[in-house]
């Protein structure tokens, strides 16, 4: 059995135990009439359960994915952005978000940062509230420099129901930029985490000293482009940039020095595949159907944690499938097949 496989049913145990289990997936598990365990062996075998019902995680409280052992154990709240309607909510436990989101960056910014000086500080210019990415940023910064990071006010949601182009969205875009240079200004920045939505316009003013101070950029949020990273490396000569795809129900994944807009994860606890486009076929179909290497179909993502069991998530983007330690995809990017619109923002 392999590794993926082994811990996949380590973690349906866990959520499918008929005392212990999950409320939702024990329900689901009803729908379905068949038990879980004993039918799905391995990753091959997830189809089985059909594309997640995204608007659960809508619906449901955040006790319904925690399996009932772990009644009163502190967990992590979280929203999405509201990017594609109404924000679904999740949970982590501590240990989770840690292997999720703050381990990752950790790892892949092991060497860079043993050449950091040891007075710099984060700038987070993102969300903060029900975001999990700001309760991240704070970790990440508490981590790597001893210091909670400096951030500014942020409502990527208010800013989505601005009219696109329209006064009041500038003057919004401005209000967070304005927050981000008065910082920059005052205090010892070396590490910005960002969006590129905000970072491009933000580069604009900021003074050549200033950018020279960076020291390292790390983006997430939403795509970032071959040209978005040419031009922050023109712009901030002595900053390193690492770009991380995920979001905030699954973890992040990082890219791989020197392969370009590349992301594998990092742990059996988050599962990537691609799967057909085929417009032939429904959802529950095409979840039987990877795409071969090197092919582009729709991202589909699992969660295999203890704080929630997320399986046949698929997501709004689409990516080329491309193979590593474990399976990861290039160059995502929004899907079209997708039944949502996508609203676009700073965040």
């Given at each position: 059995m392999s590794p993926p496989d082994e811990h996949l049913r380590e973690i349906l145990a866990l959520h499918f135990h008929p005392q212990h289990g999950a409320p939702y997936w024990l329900e689901r598990q009803r729908a379905l009439g068949f038990s879980v365990v004993e039918r799905?062996?391995?990753?091959?075998?997830?189809?089985?359960?059909?594309?997640?019902?995204?608007d659960a995680l809508r619906r449901y409280p955040v006790e319904a994915f925690i399996p009932r052992k772990f009644a009163g154990r502190p967990i992590i709240c979280a929203e999405t952005g509201g990017a594609t309607g109404i924000p679904k909510t999740t949970a982590w436990f501590e240990?989770?978000?840690?292997?999720?989101?703050?381990?990752?960056?950790?790892?892949a910014t092991e060497k860079a940062r043993k050449k950091w000086p040891p007075d710099g500080h984060w700038l987070w210019l993102g969300p903060g509230?029900?975001?999990?990415?700001?309760?991240?940023?704070?970790?990440?910064?508490?981590?790597?420099?001893?210091?909670?990071?400096?951030?500014?006010?942020?409502?990527?949601?208010?800013?989505?129901?601005?009219?696109?182009?329209?006064?009041?969205?500038?003057?919004?875009?401005?209000?967070?930029?304005?927050?981000?240079?008065?910082?920059?200004?005052?205090?010892?920045?070396g590490y910005l985490f960002t969006t590129p939505a905000v970072l491009t316009p933000l580069l604009e003013q900021m003074a050549p000293e200033t950018r020279a101070r960076i020291l390292f950029i790390y983006l997430g949020g939403m795509p970032v482009s071959e040209q978005d990273l040419a031009l922050y490396r023109e712009q901030f000569p002595a900053a390193q940039t690492l770009c991380g795809y995920g979001n905030t129900l699954f973890g992040v994944c990082h890219q791989r020095q020197g392969?370009?807009?590349?992301?594998?994860?990092?742990?059996?606890?988050?599962?990537?595949?691609?799967?057909?486009l085929d417009e032939g076929m429904d959802d529950a179909r095409r979840l039987r159907h990877p795409v071969a290497y090197g092919e582009r179909g729709q991202v589909v993502m699992h969660r295999l944690t203890e704080s929630a069991f997320l399986a046949n998530v698929m997501e709004r983007d689409s990516g080329t499938r491309i193979a590593g330690e474990r399976d990861g995809v290039a160059d995502p990017g929004p899907c079209e097949r997708t039944p949502f619109v996508v609203a676009d923002g700073i965040y």
């Open positions: 799905i062996r391995g990753m091959d075998d997830l189809p089985l359960l059909g594309p997640m019902d995204q240990e989770d978000l840690h292997q999720a989101f703050v381990r990752p960056f950790l790892d509230g029900p975001h999990v990415i700001g309760k991240v940023a704070h970790r990440i910064a508490q981590q790597t420099t001893g210091c909670d990071a400096f951030s500014v006010d942020f409502d990527p949601r208010w800013f989505r129901r601005l009219s696109p182009g329209s006064v009041a969205a500038a003057r919004y875009r401005d209000h967070v930029l304005e927050q981000g240079l008065r910082i920059l200004q005052q205090q010892n920045i392969e370009g807009l590349c992301y594998y994860p990092s742990s059996e606890r988050h599962v990537i595949q691609v799967v057909t």
